[in-house]
């Protein structure tokens, strides 16, 4: 029998010659034709005046943090199921990470948990879209705007998706998007921060090009350029660029693979998931998903480790998700203790991820069924 990874990359198709082109016209370093042809791309998309690509949508975070001048001593809610750079962007400038449990439905922020961890040192809310399905803006919008917060959606698995008709990376002040290999969208390692607010694009600029005004003097606007503010690497190569705008080009056509499987995975799956007390992912009618991941929560921790185990003996790789942060060594630090997020203690404990990537085959996909629904739970 086959194994099924849990991941593969798929290609688009015309990744290689793109990057072959960009060796050709001798510019591989960042923001030549194809950086900008992606960000362009993406701009229409997320429905923003500014994308800038980065390395990584952590690196993307960390501007955010910047930009925002985070000193120690502010707070950054942030749920405690989600990657450790959510929180970690702005602990590295000193911020301390109020974590906010989460819904049990969508598994994104509980909007209803925040307003009362919300102090006089709070300043932004970091807002993860589990598997690409979007949190409750409206609510979470609303809070920010009466208490003076920034909203920083943290968009790495929900690129093309939407919340209530708008994309997901395009409601708060800013969005975070990777293109980590594991992403629906790669370039291996790779992301971008859309600047959803005009006022933040000049200094982001900055930031990203290692605190120079090199831009400017790119654009012509200064005859050279110098060390004007805070800022780091966070260019991504223009190899990259051209190995991403050839993923993006084929978007529709990439999404609508990842739907059907998706699609397939839930109808026939959900006569099981019932039988057995398993629940399938819950998708609001307001939200269109990305159709990054596919999971599933099962009735206990004991059970979701003897499934993971006879799942891989069966060659199907499956996979839990998130540890919680204010339970990893660094969230501890801050004071966290077990019991502090209830919700996020018992999905943390009971999820499983399928194998799922834009290139997994009919056959794939009913060995994966297959196997589910014969694995045991006990
Ligand atoms: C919610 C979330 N944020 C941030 C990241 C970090 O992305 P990157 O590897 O592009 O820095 C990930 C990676 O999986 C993620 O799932």
Redesign the pocket.
Known sequence: MKRIPFNRISLAGREQEYMADAIRNGHISGDGKYTRRVEELLQIACDSPRVLLT???????EMCALLLDIVPGDEVLVPSF?????AGAFVLRGAKPVFVDIRADTLNIDESLIEERITSRSRAIVV???AGVGSEMDAIIDIAQRHRLYVIE????GIFARYRGRPLGSIGDFG?????E??NFTCG???ALVINRREFIDRAEVIREKGTDRNRFLRGEVDKYTWVDLGSSYVLSDLLAAFLLAQLEQREEIMGRRRSIWNRYFHELSGWSESVGVSLPCVPDHCEQSYHSFHSLMPSDVERESFIGDLNARGVQAQSH?EPLHLSKMGMSFGYRKGDLPVTESVSSRIVRLPFYSGLGEEEQSQVIENVMAAQLK
């Open positions: 390395g990584s949508c952590t690196h993307a975070l989600t990657f450790p750079t959510s993860p879209h589990y943290d968009n790495a698995q975070a998007v990777s293109f980590h594991t992403k390692e790779g992301g998130y």
